[in-house]
């Protein structure tokens, strides 16, 4: 993965900003140390003092031993997102950094376990057309040991199982300690390459199908662009791959048909986990709708008023690999001993590696419109592999 670079206390404290969503003036009055004084740590035109620094660490809650840590090893160019064009530069900062901070803690958990890495498949050919995302999408659930025309019931855990940690993201808010999702961010995925650890973190958002196409978006840009970082499309190439992921081609040759009115969608989508405007593009990809037919079932989904809300929610995944790891470290409440070990604050590290069946605060959805596909008990996992 390269040489970790040595850990910088005003760079760490720039981080710790990020982290919590604090300007220098906020932080200052927090911890009563003075803006100039912080401002000239990060700018590199003073030293850190340990006293000033524990001072900081104490009013955010964060072990002194974070300013003092290496930072990921996670290059910039090769980190991965999914996002719109319309996110906020500061909020993708702030998103970057927890991504950065996640990674460096989830491979310090991996490898202090000797979690196995993941199997992946890879490519390095410069040009890639559909066939060959096709055939990738397919080595990939062999990979994962997912059968090969199936739906797939659990996402989350069959990425953990092989040895890629899933995290979800949430930004900590500055007022207080409850967690806000931030809006037009979807995911990040880093992984290093043979033999090295794998994230996928994602923004849990408002349906469980989302959640799983932004997890199989992620996968593909593990598959697909660890070994070609400067693909033309790589948005593109990693869209198209999780339609061939989750939908098998000849399952979706076979169902996808131009027959298929938005109520059979409805049904395919219950049966697939798969949002029925990913169904619709997944039919086109396969050769089985016309661009006028697609055209025509769009503007269907908009009149519906399903562009935002479609019908039949699919049940959400809740990742189980971190904190099972965690525990198995730390005891039943790993946070805080973990927190100090792992140089990170209690809160950011309950955030990546939330405790399993916790309740919500979403609204439970009615009954009879709900696809259990994802929140199925598992039983508790081996210690080798989930």
Do not use: C
């Not at 410069?126 to 066939?131: F, G, K, S, T, W």
């Amino acid at each position: 993965m390269g040489t970790a670079l040595e850990a910088s206390p005003g760079e760490r404290l720039r981080t710790l900003r990020d982290l919590l969503g604090l300007t220098g003036s906020a932080l200052a009055n927090m911890s009563g140390v003075s803006p100039t004084w912080i401002s000239n740590v990060e700018r590199g035109e003073r030293e850190a003092t340990e006293g000033k620094l524990r001072m900081i660490a104490e009013s955010t809650e964060t072990p002194l031993r974070f300013f003092y840590v290496a930072p990921s090893s996670v290059p910039l160019d090769s980190l991965r997102f999914r996002k719109m064009s319309t996110a906020k530069r500061t909020v993708t900062r702030r998103v970057t950094a927890l991504y950065q901070e996640g990674f460096r803690v989830t491979e310090d958990i991996t490898s202090s376990t000797r979690y196995p890495v993941p199997p992946l498949p890879y490519t390095t050919e410069n040009e890639l057309d559909d066939e060959a995302i096709e055939h990738l999408a397919e080595q990939t659930r062999v990979a994962l040991r997912l059968a090969p025309d199936k739906p797939i019931p659990h996402l989350t855990r069959a990425l953990e199982r092989s040895g890629i940690a899933v995290a979800p993201l949430v930004l900590p808010d500055p007022n207080g300690e409850t967690a806000s999702t931030t809006n037009k961010h979807f995911g990040m995925s880093y992984w290093a390459g043979i033999g090295e650890h794998a994230l996928v973190a994602y923004f849990p958002g408002p349906s469980g199908d989302r959640d799983r196409f932004t997890l199989a978006h992620e996968l593909g840009h593990l598959v697909l662009h660890t070994f070609r970082p400067h693909a033309a499309d790589p948005e593109g190439e990693a869209n198209r791959f999780a339609g061939a992921f989750l939908v098998p081609y000849e399952r979706a040759k076979e169902e996808l048909t131009d027959r298929l009115t938005l109520e059979n969608y409805a049904r395919r989508k219950a049966t697939w986990g798969v949002s029925i405007q990913a169904l619709i593009m997944r039919a086109g990809a396969v050769g089985n709708l016309s661009e006028s037919r697609k055209r025509s079932l769009y503007v269907q989904i908009s009149q519906r008023g399903w562009r935002k809300e479609e019908p039949v929610e699919v049940g959400r995944e809740h990742p189980l690999l971190l904190w099972t790891l965690l525990t198995r470290e730390y005891g039943p409440r790993p946070y805080l001993p973990a927190s100090d070990q792992l140089a990170i604050q209690p809160t950011i590290l309950r955030s990546l590696a939330p405790e399993p069946n916790r309740p919500t605060d979403r609204p439970a959805p009615e009954a009879g419109n709900v696809v259990s596909l994802g929140d199925r008990r598992q039983p508790r996992p081996a210690l080798q592999v989930l």
